[in-house]
């Protein structure tokens, strides 16, 4: 059904652009007693206006829609979809039917069917934040981030103020490794809608994600005490807890998430997981056992528990928790890592060996399963195969290091710079790129303090390596002074 609640923005209706043919006076007239009968609520007596501006005119365009509209409105959804559809055959330039259709099919999980009639909808009104706003909703959900996020930006050019759009955009941006651009975005929603739960729930997990361990807690604390009930925001507040170091303070909500809702398999995971860290093994298993007990698809509690058998040396129970677990997920590379590691301790060399290979599949940076594998290998003689891993596992473990050197060289160059010293910064920027190649934000603070320094065409060079690195770059024009995107104005 077409959702109550919407913004207004998004639920007014548009003027119609026109029928294809012009319907009978005595058709047209029953379209404003429909809304009349709509705005005094009595959707019935909308329904059978529009039913019959339709019998005088089949192919009326707009009473369709508007039909459609109203059906969508009573829960009728399958009706209102096949009335946006006839409208759009009788019109296809009809605005109002392509976004409703678009934006109701989006709202019953058909993203990908909903692309279709929300692109003709923007492209019959490319000045609409709300035909924008599901385009980039329905772009998001089928994995198209790069297009997902300019049909976003689009939406709060059009319309700052329009805070669901600016968390959306916040969460796209997120998905396409832009965590700060996210990150900015995000606040930008709350500050618009301080009393949006979601924004607020988003901000936070955005915080601890960025490493902003006090500002995490202190958002989804204040969240959870002004809501009880939503037992997502108490999960993720102990998430934060436990990023945080506070264990005790994290098994505590756990316990009482539990005691609350005693068939939710993820608070039970998450206390089994806190408990673990906390070396109360005993509590922990009976947790998490729990956990695997009341989700028989979920992954993760069986393989938490595995680790804790393999870990008190239960080889045998390990193996059969990561064979349940990978049961659960085939793609789990780290249940794949630790069967191979638990069968090499119980001496099936070869089938650790084909663990390993799997685990390379999934994680191919994954030196640890390189340098196991290349172990695995010697053991059974095979010499050359043993050397190539091993080979591979020193360059993997050879660019981590070298990656977190270039991560410090370009908070030194990002200081500097702000110290006013360009030439250091210069040459502390150029340390990190040669470290890290494939570093964005190496190249593009190095672009910015050669612009700072005069050399502008080597800074474009570096604007465009960033740009190719991190698409989402593409947005920033050179020369500004912050990596997250400004703020759109009107």
Sequence with gaps: ???????????????????????????????????????????????????EALRLAPRYAEARDHLGFVLGRQGRTEEALEEFRRAIEADPKLFDA????????????????????????????????????????????????KEAVTELREAVTRAPAFAAAHLQLGLALQDWGDRAGGLAELRRAVELGPGDVDARNALGLALMQSGEGEAAVATLRALAEEHPERTDVRQNLGAALMQKGDLDGAIALYRELVTRAPQDALAFHNLGLALKQKDALAEAETALRR??????????????????????????????GCRDTIARSPDYAEAHYLLGTVLRQQGDTDGAIAEFRETIRLQPASAEAHLSLGQALRRKGDREGS???????????????????????????????????????????????????????????????????????????????????????????????????????P
């Design 291 to 320: 956990a695997a007990e009341l989700d028989p698809t979920l992954p993760d509690p069986v393989y938490t528990l595995a680790v804790l058998l393999w870990q008190t040396n239960r080889l045998d129970e390990a193996a059969g």
């Design 98 to 145: 392509q976004y409703h259709l678009g934006a109701t099919l989006w709202w019953t999980g058909q993203a990908a069917a909903a692309v279709t009639p929300l692109t003709a909808a923007v492209s019959l009104r490319t000045r609409d934040p709300g035909a924008r706003y599901y385009l980039g909703r329905a772009l998001r959900d089928t994995g198209k981030l």
């Design 1 to 51: 059904m077409i959702p109550c609640g919407l913004p207004v923005l998004l639920l007014a209706l548009a003027a119609s652009t026109g029928a294809a043919a012009v319907p009978p006076a005595a058709a047209r007239r029953r379209v404003p007693a429909g809304l009349a009968h709509e705005k005094a609520g009595d959707l019935p007596a909308a329904t059978d206006a529009y039913r």
């Design 387 to 489: 050397a190539a891993a091993l080979a591979e596992a020193n360059r993997l473990n050879q660019v981590k290091v070298d990656r977190q050197a270039a991560t410090f060289a370009v908070d030194l160059g990002k200081r500097r710079l702000g110290e006013g010293d360009v030439a250091g910064a210069v040459a502390s920027l150029r340390d990190a790129v040669r470290l890290a190649p494939d570093m964005a934000d190496a190249h593009l603070q190095l672009a910015r303090a050669l612009e700072r320094q005069g050399a502008s065409a080597e800074a474009r060079r570096h604007f465009d390596e960033a740009r190719r690195l991190a698409p989402y770059l593409r947005a920033q024009a050179a020369g500004r002074t912050s990596a997250a995107p400004a703020i759109p104005q």
